[in-house]
């Protein structure tokens, strides 16, 4: 009885080691100063898939968005100034990211709780994704970051290789639409008042 359970076993042993390597490569490691230099500066969300409801709410409302980060080593926080395009307007927000550098997470506080994401870095350095809810399949999500809006095709088959290592299935993605960005003369505003006081400074 027991032989074949073993051939079952070593059948399934060719797809575990053509697996492994790939999803290993998914996860959060520790967040170092190194860490923090790559993430530092202008992000465009590209895309997620979210199955807890709030998220997955806010994230069908989002039809554009970017944002820059600016980390602060010394106090493990990081500077988020993020730009959002939702019901055909530019919404604006500014506020701290909190660095949890063993855990390898990011987390903010909004809407009265602490969010918290994974920060998986990829092989390409242009491109970070955020895992949410690792260990709970009903609420898991994961978002895709890239420095330029417009994205390649390597790094979305690694975002989709991303998605089935989660456990997710690429139906589930939803998609951002830099066409429809209406932050960008807010964006320039912003950067124009921002180059004046290091002017004047």
């Not at 575990?16 to 490569?25: K, W």
């Not at 395009?85 to 997470?105: A, E, F, M, W």
């Not at 092989?123 to 955020?130: Q, S």
Request: charged share 25%; proline share 5%; hydrophobic share 35%.
């Amino acid at each position: 009885m027991a032989l074949p359970w073993v051939l079952t076993v070593l059948s399934l042993l060719p797809l575990l080691d053509a697996q492994s390597p790939v999803c290993a490569n998914f996860r959060a490691s520790p967040i170092t100063d190194a860490t923090l230099d790559r993430i530092s500066g202008k992000w465009f969300y590209i895309a997620s898939a979210f199955r807890n409801p709030e998220y997955l709410e806010m994230t069908k409302k989002l039809q554009a968005a970017f944002f820059y980060l600016a980390p602060n080593k010394r106090e493990d926080t990081i500077q988020l100034r993020e730009y959002s395009t939702i019901g055909n307007q530019c919404i604006y927000d500014s506020g701290i990211l909190n660095v949890q550098r063993d855990k390898g997470t990011l987390s903010k506080h909004a809407l009265g709780r602490e969010h918290v994401g994974y920060l998986w870095l990829t092989k390409d350095p242009r491109t970070f994704m955020i895992l949410y809810f690792p260990d709970d399949k009903q609420n898991v999500g994961l978002a895709i970051y890239v420095d330029r809006p417009e994205v390649t095709q390597e790094q979305m088959s690694e975002f989709y290789e991303s998605i089935a290592c989660v456990g997710m299935d690429k139906s589930e993605i939803i998609y951002a639409d830099e066409k429809q960005d209406q932050c960008g003369p807010l964006d320039k505003e912003h950067e124009e008042e921002r180059k004046k006081k290091q002017e004047e400074a």
